[in-house]
C-alpha cells in the first residue's frame, strides 16, 4: 500500500500579480509545471495580515483569537522583558501534534513561530535556526530547542549560510550594477544578503531532512519574498515617481528575482519527492506591487502590513488533485482541515475552516470530532515555564524591527511590556473585527483607549470608528471622528470614507459625494471611486455609477466587491450578460460571496435562464440565511415562473399570499385616497389611524397611517399591515422591509394635474407650475420602475386616475385579478365620485 504523504510549502507574500507575468516567460518552470498538473486559485487572507498570525492558523485552521498567536512579539513568563513570538503563545494543537498523537511522522522547517521546537515524531528545525548575525566576529551557537531531535544538531548546524559568506556569484544575478552602491550610505546590500543566507538556510536544512528522514507530513516555510518585497518592492517596476532613476536602474529586478530564485529552489525540492506526495505552494497573503505602494510608512505598529494584499496563491498537486483546474473561495482557515482530510482524520468542529473538496478529483467525505483540544494522549505538547524568561533573540528582534514590523524595544522595561501588550490585545480586537465581533472587540478598545502615554491611541480610535460605522450608529461615530481630529492637530489619517457616510446618513448626499471627490482628485484609487459609485447608486445615477465602478475595477481588477457593485449597475441599466460576467468574478474572487451569488441569480433570471438563478439564489440564502429575504422572495417567484411555463399558460388572476400586504402609492394628490376609498368599500381592511379628518381637498377622507411619514427612519410596524391595505407615497417605498411580500397599486395620473392639485392644496396659484418639482416627479416615477424590478417581493399594477374614474368596472376587476382576493366590486364602483375630479389638464 502507497503511502500517503503531504508537503505544505509556505512562501510568505507570495502574488499571483507577479508570478503570473513571470510564468508566462518561463521564469517560474517550476510552479509552472505543478500548476499545469494540478489545481490553483487565490488564497484569502484575515485581518490583520500579521504573518506569525497567519501561518499559525494554517497550522491549527482556527482563527488568532482562538489560537493565542496574536503579533511579532510576547511577554516572558517571567514578565521580566518582551522577545519575538514563539510557541508558548500558541494555545492550540497544530497539524504535527495532532499527527504525532495519530503515530504519523512530521518534519517542520523554518516555521513561523516553531522555536522551541515541539518534541514530535519527527524533525523540527525551528524558525532561530537561519537567524544569524551579519558580524563575521559573532559565534552562532545552535541555542537550545532550536532543533528536535537534539542528536541532529551536529549534522544540521553546518547547514547555515552566513551573510558574509555571500559572493559576487550570488549578488550579481540579483543586482548587476552592485559595484556602484555606496555602501556607506546604502545598507540595501547588507539586507540582501541577510534575506538571501536565512533563506538558503532553510532550503539547506528542508532539502536535507526530506532526503534523510522518513516522513508521513513535512512543512516548510520561507520569508524570501515578504522579505524582499519590503526591502526592494518600492523599486519593482513600473517606476514610482518619487523614485530617483539611479536607485530604480539599480534594484528593480530584485523582487523578480526572489521569485525565479524561489522556484529554483522549489525546482530542488520537487526532485525529492515521488508522485504519490501530495504537494501544496501557498501564501499568507498578497503584496501590494501597483499604484497603492507605501514610499513613507506610518510610524505606528506593523505598518508594513499596510502593503499586504488581501489574496496570496494557492497550488496543490497530487495524486487525488484535480488538473489544470482553478479553485475559488479558498481562505487560510480551509488549510488544516483540508489537510487532516488527506488523512482521513476527523476535522474539529471549533476549527474555522472547511475541507476544501473542490480540489479533489474522488472526495472523501469529511468526518468530525468536536474539538482536538480535549482529547487525551501524547501531542508532543512543551510545558511552559520560567526559565524561558532568560531566553533572549537579538537576531531576530534586530530584523523585525528593520522591517517595520515593530518599533525598538523601550529601554524602560516596564513600557515596553506595556506597548507589547497593548499591541497583543489591539491585534486581538482587530481580529474580532475581521469576524464582526464588535461587541468582543469594542470592549477591548474601550479598554485600551484608557491607557496613557506612551501608548499611541489613535489606532484605537480609528477601529472605533470603524465599528460604529459598520453598526450604523453615525452619530457615536461623529464622536469618534472628532476625537481623531482633536489628536491628530495635521489630521493627516484620511478619514474621508468615515466624513461620507457620517453625511450620508443625515442624507446630505451631495456634500458626501463632494467629499469623496476632493479626496479622488487629491489621490485616485480604487476604493474612493468604489464610495463615489455606491453615492451614484443611491442617486439612481447609473451610467455615472458604472462609470465609477469601472475605474475603481482599473485600481483593484480583482477586488469582489467592486465587480459585484458594477455586476449590479449593469443589471439597472438592463445589462443582464454584462452584470452575470462582472457577478461570476466576484465569485470566483470571494466564493462564499453571498449578495454576488444573489446578483447572478437576478442576472441570470433576466436572461430567462430559471434553473441557474434558482441555484444562485439558493446559494445566497444558504450564505446568509438570516439577512436574505430578497432571495427567499426571488425562489418562491422563479417556481411560480416555472410552474406557468409548464402550464403553458399566463396566469390571469393574482394569487393573495398569506399575510400579504396592499400598498397604494403613487404621487402626492394622484389619486391615492380614491383607490383607498375603493379597496376599504370593497371589503379589504385599511391599515389607518384616522389621525388626518377629511377636508375640502379630500372630502371622503384620506385614509392614511401616521407612521407612513416616518417609514424611512423605521419601518418596524409595517407586520401591522398584514393582510391590510396602507397608504405609502411613491418616494418611501424603497424603505420597505424585504421580509414581507407587497401588492402595489400605483396610482398614475398626469403630472401637470398633479402638481395644480398640489399647489391649490398649499394656497399657491395652480396656474405656475414649478418646472424643478416637474422634473422631479418625473425622475421618481423612473426611480419606481427600477426599484419594482429589483425587488423580487413587489408585484405592481399601474392604475389611471382616470381609468379609476370613468371606467371604474373595468379598474375594479384589474384590482380584484391582481390581488386574487374576493372584493365587493359593486360597492367598489359605488364610492367613486366624478365630480371630486377638478384641476384637469
Known amino acids: 500500500m502507497k503511502k500517503n504523504k503531504v508537503l505544505l510549502i509556505g512562501w510568505d507574500a507570495a502574488d499571483w500579480k507577479i508570478i503570473g507575468p513571470l510564468m508566462a516567460k518561463g521564469q517560474m518552470p517550476a510552479l509552472k509545471k505543478i500548476i499545469d498538473n494540478g489545481v490553483y486559485g487565490n488564497m484569502s487572507t484575515m485581518n490583520p495580515p500579521y504573518s506569525p498570525m497567519l501561518w499559525t492558523t494554517v497550522a491549527t485552521g482556527k482563527t488568532p483569537d482562538k489560537h493565542g498567536i496574536l503579533g511579532f512579539l510576547e511577554v516572558m513568563p517571567d514578565l521580566k522583558g518582551v522577545r519575538p513570538v514563539t510557541v508558548n503563545s500558541r494555545k492550540s494543537r497544530a497539524l504535527w501534534n495532532i499527527f504525532h498523537n495519530q503515530g504519523l511522522k512530521s518534519n517542520l522547517v523554518g516555521w513561523w513561530p516553531s522555536f522551541p521546537a515541539e518534541p514530535i515524531d519527527g524533525v523540527v528545525v525551528s524558525d532561530k535556526f537561519q537567524k544569524v548575525s551579519k558580524d563575521p566576529k559573532m559565534k552562532n551557537p545552535i541555542l537550545k530547542g532550536t532543533i528536535h531531535p537534539e542528536s541532529l544538531v551536529k549534522e544540521i548546524k553546518d547547514l547555515r549560510l552566513f551573510p558574509y559568506e555571500l559572493t559576487e556569484a550570488h549578488i550579481l544575478p540579483f543586482i548587476p550594477n552592485a559595484g556602484q552602491i555606496d555602501q556607506e550610505k546604502d ?253 468582543n472587540a469594542k470592549s477591548i478598545l474601550l479598554e485600551l483607549i484608557k491607557e496613557k502615554d506612551p501608548v499611541d491611541i489613535i489606532p484605537y480610535y480609528m477601529d472605533l470608528l470603524s465599528i460604529s460605522l459598520n453598526e450604523e450608529e453615525y452619530d457615536l461615530a461623529e464622536i469618534y471622528l472628532n476625537e481623531l481630529r482633536t489628536r491628530d492637530k495635521k489630521f493627516s489619517i484620511n478619514t474621508y470614507f468615515s466624513e461620507a457616510k457620517i453625511l450620508l446618513s443625515k442624507n446630505k448626499v451631495n456634500e458626501a459625494l463632494s467629499v469623496l471627490t476632493k479626496a479622488k482628485e487629491a489621490k485616485p484609487n480604487g476604493e474612493v471611486w468604489f464610495q463615489i459609485g455606491k453615492i451614484y447608486m443611491r442617486l439612481d445615477k447609473y451610467e455615472d455609477a458604472n462609470h465609477a465602478f469601472e475605474n475603481a475595477l482599473k485600481f483593484e481588477v480583482e477586488n469582489a466587491k467592486y465587480h459585484q457593485a458594477i455586476a449590479v449597475s449593469f443589471l439597472r441599466l438592463n445589462n443582464p450578460e454584462e452584470a452575470v460576467d462582472h457577478a461570476l468574478t466576484a465569485i470566483e474572487l470571494v466564493k462564499y460571496f453571498s449578495n454576488a451569488h444573489y446578483t447572478l441569480g437576478e442576472a441570470l433570471e433576466k436572461l430567462g435562464d430559471l434553473d441557474n438563478a434558482k441555484i444562485a439564489y439558493e446559494t445566497a440564502m444558504k450564505l446568509k440565511p438570516r439577512a436574505h429575504h430578497r432571495a427567499e422572495k426571488a425562489l418562491e417567484n422563479i417556481e411560480e415562473k416555472k410552474e406557468d411555463l409548464l402550464q403553458l399558460k399566463d396566469k390571469k388572476t393574482g394569487v393573495f399570499r398569506e399575510n400579504q400586504i396592499v400598498i397604494v402609492s403613487g404621487l402626492p394628490r394622484s389619486g391615492t385616497s380614491l383607490m383607498m376609498q375603493m379597496l376599504d368599500k370593497g371589503g379589504l381592511i385599511t391599515l389607518t389611524d384616522d389621525n388626518r379628518k377629511a377636508d375640502v381637498s379630500n372630502p371622503k377622507g384620506y385614509l392614511e397611517y401616521d407612521p407612513v411619514m416616518s417609514l424611512h427612519k423605521d419601518n418596524t410596524w409595517l407586520h401591522k399591515a398584514q393582510n391590510k391595505s396602507v397608504k405609502i407615497v411613491a418616494p418611501l417605498l424603497k424603505f420597505l422591509d424585504p421580509k414581507y411580500r407587497y401588492k402595489i397599486i400605483f396610482m398614475n395620473r398626469n403630472i401637470n394635474e398633479v402638481i395644480k392639485s398640489q399647489q391649490k392644496m398649499i394656497g399657491k396659484d395652480p396656474e405656475v407650475l414649478p418646472t424643478k418639482l416637474y422634473n422631479g416627479y418625473t425622475k421618481l416615477l423612473n426611480q419606481v420602475e427600477v426599484w419594482k424590478e429589483k425587488e423580487p417581493s413587489v408585484e405592481l399594477i399601474y392604475v389611471d386616475y382616470k381609468d379609476a374614474l370613468y371606467n371604474t368596472e373595468e379598474v375594479s376587476n384589474n384590482i380584484k385579478n391582481f390581488l386574487g382576493l374576493k372584493l365587493d366590486l359593486e360597492s367598489m364602483r359605488s364610492c367613486v365620485d366624478r365630480s371630486l375630479y377638478r384641476n384637469r389638464e
Open 187 to 439: 545598507k540595501s546590500l547588507e539586507t540582501f544578503a541577510k534575506i538571501m543566507a536565512e533563506n538558503v538556510s532553510v532550503h539547506n536544512a528542508a532539502t536535507n531532512v526530506m532526503r534523510t528522514t522518513e516522513w508521513d507530513f513535512m512543512a516548510i516555510y520561507y520569508d524570501l519574498v515578504d522579505h524582499f518585497c519590503h526591502a526592494f518592492m518600492k523599486f519593482h517596476p513600473p517606476k514610482l515617481k518619487q523614485i530617483p532613476n539611479h536607485l530604480f536602474e539599480l534594484y528593480k529586478d530584485c523582487v523578480n528575482s526572489a521569485y525565479r530564485f524561489q522556484d529554483m529552489m522549489l525546482e530542488r525540492t520537487m526532485e525529492l519527492v515521488d508522485e504519490d506526495t501530495t504537494v501544496i505552494i501557498m501564501s499568507d497573503h498578497g503584496y501590494e506591487s501597483g499604484n497603492k505602494r507605501i514610499l513613507n510608512m506610518p510610524k505606528y505598529q506593523a505598518a508594513p502590513a499596510l502593503e499586504h494584499r488581501q489574496f496570496g496563491i494557492f497550488v496543490a498537486k497530487g495524486p487525488n488533485i484535480k488538473a489544470n483546474e482553478k479553485v475559488f473561495g479558498l481562505s487560510l482557515v480551509d488549510i488544516a482541515p483540508t489537510i487532516l482530510n488527506m488523512y482521513d482524520l476527523p476535522i474539529g468542529k471549533d476549527m474555522d475552516g472547511k475541507v476544501a473538496l473542490d480540489i479533489f478529483k474522488e472526495i472523501n467525505p469529511p468526518k468530525f470530532i468536536d474539538t482536538w483540544e480535549t482529547v487525551k494522549g501524547d501531542f508532543a505538547e512543551l510545558e511552559v515555564n520560567k526559565e524561558d524568561g532568560v531566553l533572549d533573540d537579538e537576531q531576530t528582534m534586530k530584523q523585525l524591527i528593520e522591517l517595520g514590523y515593530i518599533e525598538k524595544p523601550d529601554d524602560n522595561i516596564e513600557t515596553s511590556i506595556l506597548k507589547v501588550k497593548c499591541d497583543l490585545k489591539h491585534n486581538l480586537a482587530r481580529v474580532y473585527i475581521g469576524k464582526q465581533d464588535y461587541q
